[in-house]
């Protein structure tokens, strides 16, 4: 390819994920499979990598999801949202090392920097929703917000009031004076069938999968829409602790987040590991039981597990460098394309 060649590719790229991300993130409402997004983004990413030239102010590689609605108001995070790098594997391949080169990759860059082996993992399933923050104020739920561009998210507290697994109160004595939670809504797959029934059986449009009638869901200006429809909750990080001790690994903050009342994944779901060999092993047994979890998910999330170690690895412009997502293979990318065309 020449250099004008390669200049009009990544335009293509960068005008392309642009519309398919609004169309994700803004609209609830995407026209191409995961998979054709993340194939299109790492070719961007790529290009981008051996050509820097070619590297622009707005290129969606540098983005954290969509612009925040304006029906809404607009909440501004004191601590960025953030996304996650992400790494696959090629389970064609019978070679460990070939099959898992990118994790690989990821682990021996955490142990170089941080010159040390093996390397303690914080593991847990990549919940396919929407993230979502939660602050509390002396113990009481007083805002809550979406993602949004990562800097600016959505004021959903109203509808976030009605998903009963959240806490509007944490049952202590002496509550800390600022808590920050972070998770992720989402519909459980059997909540997701029954709306679709009952959407079919009203003549209402059906959603194309169970993330985009959470977020469609949550999203609501109508609270009692959001109230009727079932959303579930996971917490998997704390942003901000005043007034209490913050735990020193993540693996401590998530059995705190489960004493103060919050739902986090069940602990044989998020255990912590050693060293790439444990992570691949977690990522295979995870893989295995997908299809019988009750959430979807769409890979495992890996983290480093002490915060002390976070910080000395820190972020790079949209994700932090101590944590990735480790995607799994798509899963029936052609139905939700079926799906979404029977819609339009
Ligand atoms: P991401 O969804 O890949 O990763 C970051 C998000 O992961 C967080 O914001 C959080 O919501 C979520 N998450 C789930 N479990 C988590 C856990 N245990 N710990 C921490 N975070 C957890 O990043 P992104 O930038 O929001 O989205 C990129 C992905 O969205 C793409 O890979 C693609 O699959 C999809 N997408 C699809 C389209 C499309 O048109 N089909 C468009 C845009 C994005």
Not at 196 to 213: C, S
């Amino acid at each position: 390819m020449t250099t004008n060649d390669l200049a009009a590719r990544a335009h293509a790229l960068r005008q392309q994920l642009t519309r398919y991300g609004h169309e994700y993130y803004v609209l609830d409402a995407p026209s191409v499979p995961d998979a054709e997004y993340d194939r299109l983004f790492r070719e961007l990413q790529t290009l981008e990598q051996q050509h820097p030239q070619l590297k622009t102010a707005d290129s969606p590689t540098l983005r954290v999801g969509g612009m925040p609605l304006p029906e809404f108001s607009q909440i501004t995070h004191s601590v960025p949202m953030l996304s996650l790098g992400n790494a696959f594997s090629d389970m064609q391949q019978d070679d460990f090392a070939r099959r898992h080169a990118e994790l690989l990759q990821f682990d021996e860059r955490i142990r170089r920097e941080l010159a040390e082996s093996p390397i303690r993992y914080a593991t847990e399933p990549k919940f396919d929703g929407l993230a979502i923050s939660l602050l509390y104020r002396d113990g009481v739920l007083v805002q809550a917000a979406t993602r949004g561009d990562g800097i600016t998210g959505e004021n959903v507290t109203e509808n976030i009031r009605t998903i009963h697994a959240i806490p509007l109160k944490l049952e202590l004595a002496h509550p800390p004076t600022l808590l920050e939670v972070r998770g992720e809504v989402l519909m459980l797959k059997r909540d997701f069938e029954r709306l679709n029934a009952e959407q079919l059986a009203r003549g209402d449009k059906t959603f194309a999968n169970p993330r985009n009638a959470a977020a469609g869901s949550l999203r609501q200006l109508d609270s009692r829409i959001t109230a009727q429809r079932r959303l579930s909750f996971f917490a998997y990080a704390i942003a901000q602790v005043e007034g209490a001790d913050w735990p020193l690994s993540h693996a401590g903050e998530m059995d705190w987040l489960q004493q103060l009342g919050f739902p986090v994944v069940a602990q044989d779901l998020r255990p912590v590991v050693e060293g790439a060999a444990g992570l691949a092993a977690y990522y295979e047994s995870v893989l295995q039981r997908r299809a019988t979890l009750p959430f979807e998910i769409d890979g495992v999330v890996y983290k480093v597990d002490s915060r002390a170690q976070q910080e000395e690895l820190g972020f790079v412009s949209r994700a932090p460098r101590w944590a990735i997502a480790h995607k799994f293979p798509a899963e029936e990318a052609l139905t939700l394309v079926e799906a979404i065309e029977e819609q339009v």
